[in-house]
């Protein structure tokens, strides 16, 4: 099973998933017990954009392996795309009881809360995410969709310009931004991180809706039409 795992692992790297899947298929059927190799297929899955078969190898993972940190994480991240919120917090909460120190499954978790709308508990996990890593950006910008939330808008302000600052070509920091900007009614300043966001992001549908919104507010029909 392990040629096959190693085969499968570099045409991951390669990024040729469904030759991946292949191999993977094989050393699975070699050792079905073989964790790393339900791991690497749920990861070539993933990129497939098929996110039940992901979610059936990461739960053999956990199954094989409970305190598997990166499955647990990789699950819920899987889970959210299916807004299958409730099991997401629960795969966050294990995740985050094997280790309390990483940053990014605070910043995934108050993700969730704020799909759900625990918007206080989304400002606590995005303010322990930003605590351990000061310099991620779209933490600050997740604890500024809090901060808007619950009227906080100076925080919020500031938390989106941070997010801007430290993440200046991610364009969703932009578009939320932009979003802040336009509930403010500041058509303006939410017209240009529009712009900014579509000039990064051209053909993502979100970016680009929100530019019409933009356009509208700011009474450019000609350009919302376009």
């Given amino acids: 099973g392990h040629s096959n795992l190693a085969m499968g692992e570099r045409l991951l790297r390669r990024k040729d998933y469904g030759k991946a899947v292949e191999y993977l298929d094989r050393a699975i059927r070699e050792?079905?017990?073989?964790?790393?190799?339900?791991?690497?297929?749920?990861?070539?899955?993933?990129?497939l954009g098929d996110y039940d078969k992901q979610i059936d190898d990461l739960t053999k993972v956990i199954e094989l392996e409970p305190n598997n940190f990166c499955a647990l994480g990789n699950r819920g991240h899987a889970r959210h795309y299916?807004?299958?919120?409730?099991?997401?917090?629960?795969?966050?909460?294990?995740?985050?009881?094997?280790?309390?120190?990483?940053?990014?499954?605070?910043e995934l978790r108050a993700e969730?809360?704020?799909?759900?709308k625990h918007h206080v508990d989304a400002?606590?996990?995005?303010?322990?995410?930003?605590?351990?890593?000061?310099?991620?950006?779209?933490s600050h910008c997740v604890r500024g969709q809090a901060h808007q939330a619950l009227k906080n808008h100076d925080r919020?302000?500031?938390?989106?310009?941070?997010a801007v600052?430290?993440?200046?070509?991610?364009?969703?920091?932009?578009?939320?931004?932009?979003?802040?900007?336009?509930?403010?009614?500041?058509?303006?300043?939410?017209?240009?991180?529009?712009?900014?966001?579509?000039?990064?992001?051209?053909?993502?549908?979100d970016c680009v809706v929100n530019r019409v919104w933009a356009n509208l507010g700011a009474l450019r029909f000609d350009r919302a039409l376009e």
Wanted: charged residues 30%; without cysteine; negative net charge.
């Fill in 82 to 106: 299916q807004q299958r919120f409730e099991q997401v917090l629960d795969d966050y909460d294990k995740a985050i009881s094997l280790d309390s120190q990483n940053a990014v499954i605070y």
């Fill in 165 to 205: 600052r430290l993440s200046p070509q991610d364009e969703r920091v932009y578009y939320y931004r932009s979003y802040f900007h336009d509930w403010m009614e500041r058509y303006e300043e939410a017209l240009r991180d529009a712009d900014r966001a579509v000039e990064l992001a051209p053909d993502t549908v």
């Fill in 156 to 162: 919020a302000l500031a938390d989106f310009d941070e």
């Fill in 31 to 47: 050792n079905p017990r073989l964790s790393t190799a339900y791991l690497a297929r749920s990861d070539a899955y993933a990129h």
């Fill in 123 to 138: 400002l606590t996990d995005a303010n322990k995410s930003i605590e351990l890593d000061r310099g991620n950006g779209w």
């Fill in 112 to 116: 969730v809360h704020i799909a759900l």
